[in-house]
């Protein structure tokens, strides 16, 4: 459903009128910084929209519409959790306004759209049928305005959140909520008493049709009782009397429904009627409420008027006495404005001087900071190798315990095989033994693997590989750990410079900034012994009065 959207926005701050809030809400312009709006929707559910989330939308006097659409977004914000957590039917996006153009343009589409889901909250809180009844004392245009922005805010929602338990009944809700014109509701329940007696007159006629129809069965049974079968006509007569029984059933029960809705009918047209006198009643307290405000806008104003008049007449008298305390002044400034223009004169000079000395404080300062960042670079390299060092050395040490493992596990080897070689050769002859004590022969080294098993063979050989391996690493090792103690000799002869640099830059700087205090206490005196010197301002008081 499609509608005029500053139409829509006027309709909706006329009823947001209706809340009382401290703050004027006549126009698009007023509820540009959102303020009024959070107080609305505190009276709506101060649990959830308390004073301290009010605060923090408090009003600024500052005109700038960054800041009103800050205060807009967290207003959406907190609509958005609330229309979700608390209602339990999250906002579609086709719902959310622009708050950027309501912020900066006032924008009234933008405005209505976002009054839009106030009121949807308003009908959907715990206190909805107090905001209803609000709704039905308005005029009867806002009204029905207020009733299709309703409609159209529940047509557009998504299917989940028209869910039953979501909303319930879609018709029991649309019914209770968003028919609000007494005019509308009387009409939709004169329509629903015609519909009833058109029913009624059907039922009776189909009535009388089932009776004739009935009366003419009851002659063609009594005509064919002997040609027909017994059992065939007792069942056809006894359907026939149950469907007359049901509907003489619905006819009574038709009939019942139909006195309630005129009964209903009647006392919503009695409450109609009071609401009409309550409505009038009202009006005419509105237009006398208006009369005095107005006589009290004028009261007000008189009184503005003369304490405006009285501020005058005191502000006239203090300024003649001031007239003579001025002319006796002015002739002692005179005095002292020649002497106060020499000093402004040798102030300007020192000002200048300290102006060089602290674009020269600047530039060591600059210094200082690239000589600590080189420092902390050194430092930092310095703590690097030192690092690296002690790790290279915890490998040494591990490698030369390994090396000391390895040893004593050939020492023992060597031993055992020693003992294995003497154990076989003492069968064999003199010869074989001459022949095996010579270590250069070759038959010695075939005898000698012979003997050993396969196991000490391949054990001897793979410790013969690490035992040269690990020497290899250990003299690797320690040529970098050689190559890592000069770096950090020089990095520490390094550190050692900078810090000696840092010390004297530190130093002067100690200097340069007891140079530049000293500059600023006393530019501060001269500054304070210069402000007693004002004869221009003292002189234009006195052209003012005169």
């Known amino acids: ?159 989940d959140s028209l869910s039953p338990d979501t909303y319930g009944n879609f018709d029991t809700q649309s019914r209770r909520y968003y028919f609000l014109s007494e005019e509308a509701e009387g009409n939709e329940l004169q329509q629903q008493c015609l519909d009833l007696e058109r029913q009624l007159v059907l039922l009776s006629e189909e009535k009388q049709n089932l009776a004739q129809e009935n009366a003419a069965l009851r002659e063609r049974v009594g005509r064919s009782q002997v040609e027909s079968a017994p059992g065939l006509t007792a069942k056809k007569l006894l359907l026939l009397q149950s469907q007359l029984e049901q509907l003489q059933e619905e006819n009574f029960r038709l009939e019942s429904s139909r006195e309630d809705e005129r009964m209903r009918c009647v006392e919503l047209e009695r409450e109609v009627t009071e609401l009409q006198q309550r409505n009038q009643a009202l009006s005419s307290l509105s237009q006398e409420a208006q009369a005095l405000k107005d006589e009290m806008d004028e009261l007000r104003q008189s009184s503005e008027r003369a304490r405006q008049l009285e501020a005058t007449l005191n502000s006239c008298r203090h300024r003649l006495g001031e ?120 038959g010695l080294e075939n005898l000698a693997a012979e003997i050993l098993p396969a196991e000490l063979r391949e054990t001897l050989l793979r410790l013969q590989l690490e035992n040269k391996r690990l020497c290899q690493q250990e003299a690797a090792d320690r040529e970098r750990q050689e190559e890592l103690q000069r770096h950090l000799e020089e990095a520490n002869r390094a550190r050692h410079g900078l810090e000696t640099q840092h010390r004297l830059d530190q130093q002067q700087l100690s200097e340069l900034r007891a140079q530049v205090e000293d500059l600023r206490k006393a530019l501060q005196e001269q500054e304070g012994k210069a402000e007693d010197a004002t004869p221009t301002l003292l002189k234009r008081k006195l052209e003012d009065h005169l």
């Open 323 to 442: 007239l003579r305390e001025l002319r006796r002044q002015v002739r002692q400034l005179e005095e002292r404005n020649a002497s106060h223009a020499e000093r402004t004169r040798q102030l300007e000079e020192e000002l200048r001087r300290a102006g060089s000395l602290r674009a020269q404080l600047e530039a060591q300062r600059r210094q200082v900071q690239e000589l600590q960042g080189q420092w902390q670079e050194e430092a930092m390299k310095a703590e690097k190798w030192l690092f690296e060092c002690r790790n290279l050395e915890e490998k040494c040490d591990l490698m030369a315990k390994e090396k000391e493992r390895l040893l004593m596990e050939r020492d023992s080897l060597r031993e055992a095989n020693e003992e294995l070689r003497c154990a076989q050769l003492q069968p064999r002859g003199s010869a074989q033994a001459d022949l095996s004590l010579d270590p250069t022969s070759p």
């Open 1 to 159: 459903m499609s509608m005029d959207k500053a139409e829509l926005c006027g309709s909706l701050l006329t009823w947001l009128q209706t809340f009382q809030v401290p703050l004027p809400c006549a126009s698009p312009q007023d509820l540009s910084n959102g303020l009024a709006i959070a107080h609305v929707l505190n009276q709506i559910d101060p649990s959830w929209f308390n004073e301290t989330w009010i605060q923090g939308i408090s009003e600024d006097p500052s005109p700038s519409w960054r800041l009103k659409v800050r205060k807009l977004e967290k207003v959406l914000r907190s609509l958005m959790e609330y229309s979700k957590d608390v209602l339990g039917h999250p906002l579609s996006e086709q719902h959310l306004p622009d708050v950027s153009l309501i912020g900066e343009f006032s924008d009234p589409a933008e405005l209505g759209k976002l009054l839009q889901l106030v009121l949807g909250c308003a009908i959907s809180c715990e206190k909805k049928q107090e905001y209803i009844q609000r709704i039905m004392t308005l005029e009867e245009t806002v009204q029905h305005v207020v009733m299709e922005a309703i409609q159209e805010l529940m047509t557009k929602e998504t299917p």
